[in-house]
């Protein structure tokens, strides 16, 4: 029997998670509608993890031409199909992400609609600790791609510690989450080779990354094949390790 008191207003969720101030009951939180979802262009991983919901953080990470800008932006362009969709990534030159946008665009048949496509940016302002507004079209938006996390950030932020860049991801998920902005983050990591691969030092991004992910993917290159070697994490899912193409 559900209460009087919880039964009063419908639910509010900031992003994924129930508003906070108030108790409710498991049965009402399993009743209420799950929100529409946004694909990532990859099959499976849309049916372990749901696809991209509003409010989330996804982080992909890969070392150095692995393909983490083709496989985001492949994700930028699936989930544009359905929302508003901004990619922004601070490396590759605007026009030549331009044309790797139209061409994944080409690969899932056509934009549905004239607005059917990531706008793209070369950098996007982070909201800072404890600034509660993000920039408006930031906000507007259904899915904000940040590629790399720490090429956004302005000069201030580069010297930051372990315990500011913490501080620093959870509060641009705060904000993000409570616009209803799902994000996802990107990092590079250094190649390592041979019998030292996977020895090195844990990168500097995972920390950051594993404290607000709700799903993480790993991307590495699949021995013998064409395409790369996915593992995903998605919280309270598990894990799962699969194959993504390297391009469209």
């Known amino acids: 029997m559900v209460s009087a008191a919880s039964s009063r207003a419908r639910l509010h969720f900031d992003g994924t998670m129930v508003a906070g101030g108030l108790a409710y009951a498991a049965e009402e939180l399993v009743r209420e509608p799950c929100p529409a979802t946004f694909s990532t262009g990859v099959d499976w ?6 696809g991209i919901a509003p409010g989330s953080v996804w982080t992909v ?3 150095a031409g692995v393909g983490v800008t083709t496989f985001v932006t492949r994700l930028a362009v699936a989930s544009a199909r359905s929302g ?3 990619l922004a990534n601070g490396h590759v030159p605007s026009r030549d992400l331009a044309r790797s946008v139209l ?3 080409t690969a899932f048949g056509g934009a549905d609609a004239a607005e059917g496509a990531p706008r793209i940016a070369s950098w996007l302002p982070l909201p800072r600790l404890g600034d509660g507004f993000w920039d408006s079209d930031c906000e507007r938006a259904d899915v904000v791609v940040l590629d790399t996390w720490d090429e956004m950030w302005r ?3 580069w010297g930051m510690s372990r315990e500011q860049r913490i501080a620093d991801i959870r509060w641009l998920r705060e904000v993000a989450r409570n616009a209803g902005t799902a994000l996802v983050l990107t990092s590079r990591r250094a190649r390592q080779a041979g019998r030292d691969a996977g020895a090195g030092p844990v990168h500097w991004t995972r920390e950051a990354f594993d404290d607000v992910a709700g799903v993480s993917i790993e991307l590495a290159l699949s021995g013998g094949s064409p395409g790369l070697s996915a593992a995903v994490r998605a919280r309270g899912r598990g894990d799962r390790v699969g194959t993504v193409g390297r391009s469209a």
């Open 155 to 157: 000069a201030d932020r």
């Open 45 to 50: 991983v849309d049916e372990f993890t749901g």
């Open 61 to 63: 990470m890969g070392p």
């Open 103 to 105: 061409d994944q665009e």
């Open 84 to 86: 508003a969709v901004i």
